[in-house]
């Protein structure tokens, strides 16, 4: 029962991080509650999906399908955290202090949730399709089911646990700094994703280039431990990345901080800069 | 969702770019949870492919962190996992929804 509760709670805790910050950064904005759920909801609907044509996935171009398939999905959240980045770099402040003055919701928020509930719904597919294998797979085992079925529970009710932790815990720093904050947690996250994704194209076979390992950290710090993979999930962190994962990471992160500074310079901005 | 489109266009570029000549093939199987063979040697510093072969009803998760490389391979069915280039050493895999008894070793040298 505990091995279930672990594997499970491993696979849960990714998505986990990401719905914690998302709640975070959307700290304030109408009706977030609604779209996450809508997120997660539409996640661990598609989770059942994926799980159910795993097979076909599998076989499909070549046998690269998986790998092409989670490359895509990281990739499309990669490009909704930049946007959503993006947004909050021109109508954050004015969110803030709008909380700060009225201390209530913003109903301009509206537009970018759509990009998160897209990032929260993809991240439960991605880890929640596995969960479903896993814990179809002990079904399908019969014998000691009951009590591993249980563990499986268990551990994704630990994984919404992690969650709720990450955003109380975020909610801990002072609202003046929170955007801020969670905008390089996003950022980092995004290059993280992209990092990985491009790895996935490796792993496909279709992006071959530049596929030396760098370094190796795992004598320091091992992917595969629970501190290992929320750094993994958070930062990006990997063990031995390849020259093409580490370039694509920092050109992530530049490419974040360009749109960020872009989106705030430019003529929308109603709010001195020497407000800060 | 434009630069998805022109990261697989990029993708398609490198794919098809020469020298991706046909990598080793090597095979595993999967049965009541447990790989055969346990140990594959491989040729150092050269890509090669695993096709792991899942004989049970169950699903499996063929993972390994050090050569970087996670995929689950419904049951009675089979993947194709790619990995490489791999300096000499020894690179352990295992069955990470059956841990304890999945598990193998892949050398190269």
């Known amino acids: ?276 | 969702m434009r630069s998805l489109l022109a990261l697989v266009g990029l993708a398609v570029l490198f794919a098809a770019a020469p020298g991706a000549a046909r990598a080793q093939e090597y095979t595993v199987t999967i049965k009541d949870h447990k790989f055969t063979p346990s140990e594959i040697k491989v040729p150092a510093n050269k890509r090669f492919e695993i096709t792991v072969i899942n004989d049970d009803a169950t699903p499996e998760e063929f993972e390994s962190h050090p050569m970087k490389v996670e995929k689950v391979i419904p049951g009675k069915s089979k993947g194709v996992v790619r990995i490489g280039p791999l300096k000499p050493g020894r690179y352990p895999f295992v069955g990470e929804f059956h841990e304890k008894t999945a598990k193998g070793v892949v050398i190269a040298e």
Do not use: C
């Open chain 1, 1 to 276: 029962m505990l091995g279930a509760l672990i594997i499970v709670f491993r696979e849960v805790i990714e998505a986990g991080l990401i719905v914690g910050i998302v709640m975070a950064a959307t700290r304030g904005v109408a009706g977030r509650g609604r779209w996450v759920s809508i997120g997660i909801a539409g996640g661990v609907g598609g989770a059942g999906i994926v799980a159910i044509f795993a097979g076909t996935i599998s076989q499909a171009f070549e046998g690269a399908g998986q790998e092409l398939f989670n490359a895509s999905i990281l990739g499309i959240a990669v490009v909704m955290l930049m946007w959503h980045n993006a947004w909050m770099a021109r109508h954050g402040r004015e969110i803030a202090e709008q909380m700060r003055d009225v201390g209530q919701a913003v109903s301009e928020g509206a537009r970018p949730l759509t990009a998160l509930a897209i990032v929260v719904g993809l991240a439960v597919l991605r880890e929640g399709s596995e969960v479903v294998l896993f814990l179809y797979g002990i079904m399908a085992s019969g014998t000691s089911g009951a009590a591993l079925l249980a563990g499986g529970v268990l551990g994704i009710a630990a994984g919404a646990a992690f969650t709720a932790l990450t955003y109380f815990g975020l909610l801990a720093i002072p609202s003046r700094y929170i955007f801020s904050v969670t905008s390089w947690l996003i950022a980092l996250l995004a290059a993280g994703m992209a990092s990985q994704s491009v790895h996935f194209l490796n792993n496909a076979g279709v992006l071959v280039a530049l596929d030396s390992t760098v370094w190796d950290t795992s004598w320091l710090l091992s992917e595969g431990s629970l501190f290992g993979k929320m750094l993994h999930a958070l930062i990006g962190y990997t063990e031995r990345p390849t020259e093409m994962q580490l370039t694509v990471y920092i050109a992530t992160l530049f490419a974040m901080f360009l749109l960020m500074r872009f989106a705030r310079s430019s003529p929308s901005q109603r709010v001195p800069a020497a407000a800060e």
